[in-house]
């Protein structure tokens, strides 16, 4: 008797120290009678006001009543620098506005689902720092426009951490390598020239870590054939706070999280068969990085 009881508080004791499996939506969303214009204005101020820097904004696939906001801080810049597998890809966070009928929606990329999908098993390293992070963006939203409600699906934290669609589907630790170069600097120097000159691919944003020997891009895909335009129709307009795609420029290698990966990451609930009808969308959005990475 004494050794059962011995076992069942040992387990009690393992269940009571065990991380608590968080649920999380990869969006956050609140309804404004205010325009996408005005809330635009309106947002850029609100979030400098509260230490954050706006560094791109632009309209998703071309559409005035679609835009979307990047913004971030120093506090999340070195945070995520700490991270040298592609941490710095979570060092922008986004505002998508959506005019819905005679509101406009406000949705929030959630910025911890993102880290515990960019940071696996060691988000924990950083876990005050990135619930600090979290919590700051969404009190200052909420303060102003209300409580935002979830959407998008819900995965669990421990799923996100080594998050893949489907058996043989990539995982994050599988990016797509689309170049190296002799160095970081050339790297960097390439990818503006190209970017400079570009049809299909334009700049949103880029930041940029010379110390670290890193820079994002985000990247707005604008061909009128294969571009945001086409794919977001399909899979779901209201998640265009996952826009814009990213590269990243590590060292002397460039990289982009594949496409059934990214995409997969930020609509978790679409099925199989509306998957099926973007299957050339990783590819094309590869190609037109590769347009703007790649040495000829």
Same mark, same amino acid.
């Not at 919590?135 to 102003?144: A, D, E, F, G, R």
């Not at 935002?148 to 934290?157: A, I, K, R, Y």
């Not at 794919?231 to 999280?257: C, D, K, Q, S, W």
């Given at each position: 008797?004494?050794?059962?009881?011995?076992?069942?508080?040992?387990?009690?004791?393992?269940?009571?120290?065990?991380?608590?499996?968080?649920?999380?939506?990869?969006?956050?969303?609140?309804?404004?009678?205010?325009?996408?214009?005005?809330?635009?204005?309106?947002?850029?101020?609100?979030?400098?006001?509260?230490?954050?820097?706006?560094?791109?904004?632009?309209?998703?696939?071309?559409?005035?009543?679609?835009?979307?906001?990047?913004?971030?801080?120093?506090?999340?810049?070195?945070?995520?620098?700490?991270?040298?597998?592609?941490?710095?890809?979570?060092?922008?966070?986004?505002?998508?506005?959506?005019?819905?009928?005679?509101?406009?929606?406000?949705?929030?990329?959630?910025?911890? $689902?993102?880290?515990?999908?960019?940071?696996? =098993?060691? @988000? #924990?390293?950083?876990?005050?720092? &990135?619930?600090? +992070?979290?919590? %700051?963006?969404?009190?200052?939203?909420?303060?102003?426009?209300?409580?935002?409600?979830?959407?998008?699906?819900?995965?669990?934290?421990?799923?996100?951490?080594?998050?893949?669609?489907?058996?043989?589907?990539? $995982?994050?630790?599988?990016?797509?390598?689309? =170049?190296? @170069? #002799?160095?970081?600097?050339?790297? &960097?120097?390439? +990818?503006?020239? %190209?970017?400079?000159?570009?049809?299909?691919?334009?700049?949103?944003?880029?930041?940029?870590?010379?110390?670290?020997?890193?820079?994002?891009?985000?990247?707005?895909?604008?061909?009128?054939?294969?571009?945001?335009?086409?794919?977001?129709?399909?899979?779901? =307009?209201?998640?265009?706070?996952?826009?814009?795609?990213?590269?990243?420029?590590?060292?002397?290698?460039?990289?982009?999280?594949?496409?059934?990966?990214?995409?997969?990451?930020?609509?978790?609930?679409?099925?199989?068969?509306?998957?099926?009808?973007?299957?050339?969308?990783?590819?094309?959005?590869?190609?037109?990085?590769?347009?703007?990475?790649?040495?000829?």
């Amino acid at each position: 008797m004494k050794k059962w009881t011995f076992l069942m508080a040992f387990l009690f004791s393992l269940y009571l120290v065990a991380p608590a499996q968080e649920k999380l939506s990869p969006y956050l969303g609140a309804k404004s009678n205010s325009n996408v214009g005005s809330l635009t204005t309106e947002i850029r101020s609100l979030l400098k006001d509260n230490g954050y820097d706006v560094i791109g904004e632009y309209n998703v696939a071309g559409k005035a009543d679609m835009h979307v906001i990047c913004f971030t801080n120093n506090d999340l810049i070195r945070v995520c620098g700490e991270f040298e597998d592609r941490g710095a890809l979570a060092s922008v966070l986004k505002i998508g506005l959506r005019k819905d009928g005679a509101q406009t929606e406000i949705s929030l990329l959630n910025p911890d $689902y993102m880290f515990y999908a960019y940071f696996g =098993e060691d @988000y #924990k390293m950083e876990a005050p720092n &990135l619930k600090a +992070i979290d919590s %700051k963006i969404k009190s200052v939203l909420n303060t102003k426009y209300g409580n935002f409600t979830p959407f998008g699906g819900v995965l669990t934290s421990s799923d996100l951490e080594g998050y893949h669609y489907a058996v043989m589907m990539p $995982y994050f630790e599988e990016p797509v390598s689309l =170049e190296e @170069y #002799k160095s970081f600097e050339a790297g &960097l120097d390439f +990818i503006k020239g %190209k970017l400079a000159g570009s049809k299909d691919v334009k700049l949103v944003y880029q930041q940029i870590n010379t110390e670290k020997q890193t820079a994002v891009f985000g990247l707005a895909f604008t061909s009128a054939e294969k571009g945001e335009g086409v794919f977001l129709p399909i899979i779901g =307009e209201r998640h265009l706070a996952a826009m814009p795609y990213e590269i990243i420029l590590e060292r002397n290698e460039v990289t982009m999280l594949h496409g059934r990966y990214r995409f997969a990451l930020y609509w978790p609930e679409l099925t199989m068969g509306t998957f099926t009808k973007i299957m050339s969308t990783p590819g094309d959005v590869e190609d037109a990085m590769l347009k703007v990475t790649a040495i000829e």
